[in-house]
């Protein structure tokens, strides 16, 4: 016979170590005792979470909510951990049994707002994020994937705003600088599209995404007339006119190459 409080305590000062396998083989010595220890249960959950044992972490939180129905840290943990196995379905079920219990864990509506996402039900996803920043507006993950959703429905000029918001407060975010710029192209605004684009590649040199947007611009002369190029009416006068306010434009964001290849090969074949 062990003495289970020393092994729950020692179990949970391996665990506060990070020392997550010793950890478990503890727990896993009470439950050889006691199988409906509701610790060893729920640090067993924890533990294998973040081994990133998915499926056996889901495992000790069903057997410890079907133990106790009213553990609702372990029904919330649950309703994660199904997240985390892309079994997005039976997330929003216990994730909404969290969210009835009346429980008090707001960051429920921001794991239900992705997993309506991930199945595509776009506006049970927008009311998810925004009953989150209902209880908690300064919760920039949740204003995050609220603008995240509503660009993704075309709602260009909310997901602006939402967008703003966190940056106005952190102006350094890379994901949420190339958001604001694909935003602001739904709404055909050029010139804050560029803006943003060229925050981000300022930001991060290498980000693929944005240097494509930005060639795509540019090399779009129906977006650069929209940036606020006149085209003059004499046809010859507006092809060089044109050449030369492209040009200006890969000048303008320091793609200085392409801005000189573009004035040498194309105005001087005018």
Not at 3 to 9: I, S
Not at 114 to 129: D, Q, R, T, V
Not at 151 to 177: Q, R, T, W
Request: glycine share 6%; with cysteine; net charge positive.
């Amino acid at each position: 016979m062990i003495d289970m409080e020393e092994v729950l305590k020692h179990a949970n000062k391996l665990k506060t170590q990070g020392k997550l396998e010793a950890a478990a083989e503890e727990y896993n010595k009470i439950l050889e005792e006691d199988s409906k220890n509701i610790n060893a249960k729920f640090n067993l959950g924890d533990i294998y979470y973040i081994l990133g044992k998915i499926n056996k972490s889901i495992n000790y939180y069903k057997k410890l909510v079907e133990q106790a129905p009213n553990h609702i840290l372990a029904l919330y943990r649950l309703g994660i951990a199904y997240y985390r196995a892309t079994n997005f379905s039976k997330a929003v079920e216990v994730l909404n049994m969290v969210i009835e219990s009346n429980s008090k864990i707001d960051m429920a509506y921001y794991w239900l707002g992705l997993s309506y996402y991930h199945i595509g039900k776009m506006n049970k996803s927008i009311e998810a994020f925004q009953q989150l920043r209902s209880f908690n507006e300064g919760n920039s993950l949740g204003c995050y994937h609220l603008a995240i959703t509503y660009k993704a429905v075309g709602k260009y000029k909310k997901a602006i705003d939402c967008f703003l918001k966190i940056h106005n407060e952190s102006p350094e975010v890379v994901s949420v600088n190339y958001h604001l710029g694909l935003a602001y192209l739904g709404v055909a605004d050029i010139k804050n599209a560029l803006k943003y684009f060229k925050n981000v590649i300022k930001l991060d040199p290498e980000h693929k995404a944005a240097k494509e947007k930005l060639n795509e611009i540019l090399n779009d002369q129906d977006m650069i007339y929209s940036y606020g190029i006149e085209i003059p009416k004499d046809e010859k006068l507006g092809k060089i006119a044109n050449n030369y306010y492209l040009g200006q434009a890969y000048k303008g964001f320091s793609l200085l190459e392409k801005s000189l290849k573009h004035f040498k090969d194309k105005l001087s074949n005018e």
